[in-house]
């Protein structure tokens, strides 16, 4: 079947789509709203389009996902992109049907409504048979949906395994911003079900916006020599007219805080307009659900002296060091978020008393070591690890 990518109301180009994989490209129209990083020297390229629109289907390790394929009689997830015109609460891309009239404002999910469908069936509930939502191009492992709540878009999202912590930790990285005065993240809150707790946290995109990762933006330019991932991060950025240093300072530092372990690079980002094509900020923090010891057994819950990272280092003792001006931030303001920490592990019924209690003195004495150790560049050096400490078996 023939199709007009589009970006908003704008045509990029014609491409032939059989069976969720792009076969051919024909006339392009305006290459430069292509995805980022797509405009290869030679004009767009094949490949590189089928990887980005694979990547836009719901991941096949995303949790329930075979059984909600089987309840709406659907093969693989990328099916379910042709259903939807590809649109997303992310973006502004969109396939049209060759020769239809469809038009964006009439369809995207951004001004119109959606119905609860896709969501309830990727939930493991009901499914009555409309596919126009924004689910269909969700991102990411954990079970999830975009819900419209008072006219906003929000993003639901559950929690994993026994302890389901991730909407918690969420809320603890909110917590450790405001502390910290990091200013640019999103803001979750709790939503409870009868059994399980959700984080919900509002739409960053708007119908003028496109989130693009920093998988993207790093794959856009080549590296020069031998530069670190972290320089290229920065430069690539730089190149687009965008400094970004004090964002990602902040945003290590919050992972070394609550020892993130999945900053990996779909997990931060830039903000582009989509009319102008101007690279506007940075995206603000995101899913940093996988932290203080989230998956892990609560026996392994304890201070460690070399605790894993992403995406620059794999120690967080090691990547802290990229962090330009660690004199902004005043850690004696985290004095105290233990306790606050065991407060909001409450409002948790899958979170154990054990569990509860080793995770509040493992986060008091993690800041008092921070606040003890009066970070500064000179005394980082002391704390780098020098030698590979054995990582704990999860
Ligand atoms: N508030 C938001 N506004 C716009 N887009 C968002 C928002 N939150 C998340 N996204 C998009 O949805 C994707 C999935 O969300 P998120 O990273 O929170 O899920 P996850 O399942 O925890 O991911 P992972 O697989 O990294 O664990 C993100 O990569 C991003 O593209
Ligand atoms: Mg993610």
């Known amino acids: 079947m023939i199709y007009t990518l589009m970006n908003k109301e704008k045509a990029v180009l014609d491409l032939e789509i059989e069976d969720g994989i792009i076969l051919k490209i024909l006339d392009v129209w305006n290459p430069e709203w292509m995805p980022l990083g797509m405009n290869a020297k030679f004009g767009p390229d094949r490949k590189f389009l089928n990887h980005w629109w694979s990547g836009r289907a719901i991941p096949a390790s995303r949790s329930g996902i075979r059984d909600a394929l089987e309840h709406m009689n659907i093969d693989t997830p990328k ?25 964006w404002k009439n369809i995207n999910f951004f001004q119109n409504p959606f119905t609860d469908d896709v969501g309830s069936a990727l939930f493991g509930g009901e499914f009555n048979g409309d596919f126009m939502s924004p689910n269909n191009t969700s991102d990411g492992w954990l079970k999830k949906k975009w819900t419209i709540i008072d006219g906003k878009r929000f993003l639901l999202k559950s929690g994993s395994g026994i302890a389901q912590q991730e909407p918690l930790n969420e809320i603890l990285a909110n917590m450790v911003c405001e502390r910290l005065g990091i200013s640019n993240y999103t803001k979750y809150s709790l939503y409870n079900s009868s059994r399980n707790i959700f984080s919900l946290c509002e739409n960053f995109i708007t119908e003028d916006t496109e989130l693009i990762s920093a998988s993207s933006v790093m794959r856009s330019k080549k590296k020069k020599g031998n530069a670190s991932e972290y320089q290229h991060f920065i430069e690539t950025c730089k190149e687009y007219g965008l400094d970004v240093i004090r964002d990602i300072d902040d945003m290590l530092v919050l992972d070394f805080v609550i020892c993130n372990q999945d900053r990996h690079y779909n997990n931060f980002g830039i903000i ?11 995206a603000p923090i995101f899913d940093s659900g996988t932290s203080a010891f ?25 990547q802290i060091q990229y962090v330009t001006d660690i004199e902004r931030y005043d850690f004696k303001r985290l004095k105290g978020i233990g306790e606050e920490f ?15 209690d080793k995770l509040s003195v493992w986060l008091s004495n993690r800041t008092d070591y921070i606040i003890s150790q009066n970070f500064c560049r000179d005394n980082l050096k002391k704390i780098q690890i020098k030698r590979k400490s054995k990582k704990y078996e999860r």
């Open 342 to 356: 065991s407060e909001l592990l409450k409002k948790s019924p899958a979170i154990d008393e054990n569990r509860r």
């Open 272 to 282: 582009r307009n989509v009319n102008t094509l101007q690279i506007e900020k940075a």
């Open 79 to 103: 099916e379910l992109l042709e259903k939807n015109y590809g649109l997303s609460l992310s973006d502004q891309y969109w396939i049209c049907p060759k020769n239809s009239s469809v038009k």
């Open 294 to 318: 989230n998956g892990i057994p609560t026996i392994y819950i304890k201070n460690q002296t070399a605790n894993p990272s992403k995406p620059f280092k794999k120690y967080h003792e090691n």
